[in-house]
């Protein structure tokens, strides 16, 4: 059985930090891309960043230099170190696995197969 669980939310002040991590299982952890979305209430679930088996990394612009995904093979499980949170970072953080692709890194939720239940963030001004 395929999961996918996060853990790691909670509450930030603006500019702080935090660190979400993914632990998967059920499946060939590095025959998967894994990629971190979130949903803010009233808003469309959008892509944070990917990675996929090589250390290959795909970042959406609006966290770029803030946030950085790693993975460790031994433990199948994938991090989002979060840092200089600002208050619309705030929602529910997913990760979520999609079978990999050669040479391209999935970043679009129609790519990925497999989903965990989410992990609340908030931010504080």
């Known amino acids: 059985e395929v999961q996918l669980v996060e853990s790691g939310g909670g509450f930030a002040a603006a500019g702080g930090s935090l660190r979400l991590s993914c632990a998967a299982s059920?499946?060939?952890?590095?025959?998967?891309?894994i990629g971190w979305f979130r949903q803010a209430p009233g808003k469309l679930r959008e892509g944070v960043a990917s990675i996929v088996s090589d250390g290959s990394t795909y970042y959406d612009l609006s966290v770029k230099g803030r946030f950085t995904i790693s993975s460790d093979n031994a433990k199948n499980t994938v991090y989002l170190q979060m840092n200089s949170l600002k208050p619309e970072d705030t929602a529910v953080y997913y990760c979520?696995?999609?079978?990999?692709?050669?040479?391209?890194?999935?970043?679009?939720?129609?790519?990925?197969?497999?989903w965990g239940l989410g992990t609340q963030v908030t931010v504080s001004s």
């Open positions: 059920g499946f060939t952890f590095d025959d998967y891309a």
């Open positions: 979520a696995a999609g079978y990999l692709r050669v040479g391209y890194i999935a970043r679009e939720i129609t790519e990925y197969d497999y």
